[in-house]
């Protein structure tokens, strides 16, 4: 079983427009060749022609089983309207968390604007996911989405499940602590690379996500995600093979923790 819990169906080449079927089947076409049962769509902070609403994420997958959403929130645009839809979405089950974007917006995850989002996640029982580290946009300001932040959040909210997206990247060490610190934090592994590992990226890598393991102990807060179409899915797998983990724990990391955190009925992929 594999579940992937950070995918996007953004088109990032905006040359040209890309119909969200489209990018839906080609997601379920990469899902299928590479052995992913379930995935998580991301939707974005913005909405555009290249980057769909959640309304519209919501609506495509209505009949695809093995595909959830995760509503990106906009820190500097959200109004009242967005929050009657997400809280609807939410006592539906029609979306699986929330996610939010420092660095990418200008603000820190413990902002009192966004306590009326973290209540209501914590009322419907859901995570909230957190870009973290570095961005994909050179515009982006890292002081916001340097994970140390998270911790602030994580102890004032104890019965906020948090996912810190991308392991922090760079700042590993800094989200391995918080991660160890915090009954409440998780981590996606997602995003480390543009494309495919080379052999000396992925070296790298291996070392730093096992030397996390050993700092913060087995595994429960670890979540298998690639950042497709940014990053790679076969490649990612591969990763994945490379590390030097027992198959139980592995096991956690892939579909496991994912499946109780966001509360995925495996018994439906199947």
């Not at 079983?1 to 040209?16: A, L, S």
């Not at 994970?147 to 959040?153: C, K, N, T, V, Y």
């Not at 160890?180 to 996606?188: G, I, L, P, R, S």
């Amino acid at each position: 079983m594999i579940i992937d819990v950070h995918t996007h169906i953004n088109n990032y080449h905006e040359d040209r427009v890309v119909s969200l079927e489209d990018c839906l089947n080609k997601l379920t076409a990469e899902m299928q060749e590479n052995g992913v049962d379930y995935s998580l769509v991301l939707s974005s902070y913005k909405v555009n022609e290249h980057r769909p609403s959640t309304k519209k994420v919501v609506e495509a997958i209505s009949n695809r089983n093995n595909l959830g959403v995760v509503a990106g929130v906009s820190y500097l645009n959200y109004d009242y309207k967005d929050l009657r839809e997400l809280s609807e979405f939410l006592d539906a089950g029609l979306i699986k968390g929330l996610k939010f974007y420092p660095g990418y917006e200008p603000f820190y995850p413990n902002d009192i604007r966004f306590k009326v989002m973290y209540d209501m996640a914590i009322e419907f029982d859901v995570p909230v996911m957190f870009h973290s580290g570095d961005t994909y946009a050179p515009n982006g300001k890292i002081k916001y989405s340097h994970p140390i932040h998270i911790d602030d959040l994580a102890v004032d909210y104890p019965d906020l499940k948090i996912v810190i997206c991308h392991v922090g990247n760079p700042w590993i060490k800094d989200c391995m602590e918080i991660v160890y610190k915090n009954q409440n934090v998780h981590a996606d592994i997602s995003g480390l690379v543009l494309g495919d590992f080379n052999e000396k990226f992925e070296r790298y890598m291996k070392k730093e996500i096992e030397e996390m393991i050993t700092y913060a102990g087995d595994p429960k807060y670890l979540l298998y995600g690639t950042d497709w179409p940014i990053s790679n899915m076969k490649s990612y797998l591969k990763f994945m093979n490379q590390l030097d983990l027992a198959d139980d724990k592995k096991e956690l990391i892939l579909w496991k923790n994912a499946a109780e955190l966001f509360k995925i009925d495996v018994s439906k992929l199947r």
